[in-house]
């Protein structure tokens, strides 16, 4: 069994770059989630789907973030226009179906913005 | 507003020591509560859950649960210095919304 990948692991670029990230989920788990964790905080909830459908997104996604999971397996986290605020660890977590069930975390995508 | 708190620490235990890590969370609609822990410059790994009022213990850990206090703890007996590392506590509310609310972690040291 294995467990949520994230790719990349490491990004940087430039102020006013689109950047997309990659995120598979444990195979039989059909919720997927996407938070941003900053130094020394708490990871931030931003959005998450059941299959493929988008069920919630939090005020901190900003218009410039978009989020897909097409075929209800892999997801894509966009940010178009990035700012230097943005940068931040991107995590990604995957679970089975249900309400407050176990949230199980990939390794993360580190986004640094010059 | 749901809101997590957790002292940030650092919080030092001699190793072999009992180390306990609190939280207390505003929603009082929160029906399950997570401990992650976190290594520096790694992603939370969950340790331990917790839905139902009480105790709840896996291995070295204890989780306890008071909702009527909106308090969770995690003990960690017999601590060991692999141990020592961020502890994020999380809530999760009913009604439809399925993003968990963290604290900013626990620091904690556990001193060889």
């Known amino acids: 069994d294995t467990g949520v990948s994230q790719d990349p692991r490491h990004k940087i670029t430039k102020r006013g770059q689109n950047v997309t990230f990659r995120c598979d989920p444990i195979?039989?788990?059909?919720?997927l989630y996407w938070y941003r964790q900053t130094l020394g905080q708490g990871p931030e909830f931003l959005t998450y789907?059941?299959?493929?459908?988008?069920?919630?997104k939090s005020r901190l996604l900003s218009d410039r973030f978009s989020a897909e999971r097409p075929k209800g397996s892999f997801s894509t986290l966009e940010i178009q226009r990035t700012e230097q605020g943005d940068s931040a660890m991107y995590l990604c977590a995957s679970s089975r179906t249900g309400l407050g069930l176990e949230q199980y975390f990939g390794p993360g995508t580190r986004l640094t913005v010059t | 507003q749901k809101e997590v708190e957790q002292n940030s620490g650092p919080l030092s235990v001699p190793e072999g020591a009992i180390a306990s890590l609190n939280c207390t969370y505003s929603d009082r609609g929160s029906q399950s509560f997570f401990w992650y822990r976190q290594y520096s410059g790694k992603s939370p790994e969950l340790i331990m859950f917790?839905?139902?009022?009480g105790d709840k213990e896996d291995g070295r850990f204890t989780a306890q649960l008071n909702k009527a206090s909106q308090y969770v703890s995690l003990l960690i007996r017999d601590s060991q210095p692999s141990d020592s590392a961020t502890y994020l506590c999380?809530?999760?509310?009913?009604?439809?919304?399925?993003?968990?609310?963290f604290g900013k972690g626990t620091h904690l040291i556990i001193q060889p």
């Open positions: 999380a809530a999760h509310s009913g009604g439809g919304a399925d993003g968990l609310t």
């Open positions: 789907f059941q299959n493929e459908a988008q069920l919630e």
């Open positions: 195979s039989e788990h059909n919720r």
């Open positions: 917790i839905y139902s009022n």
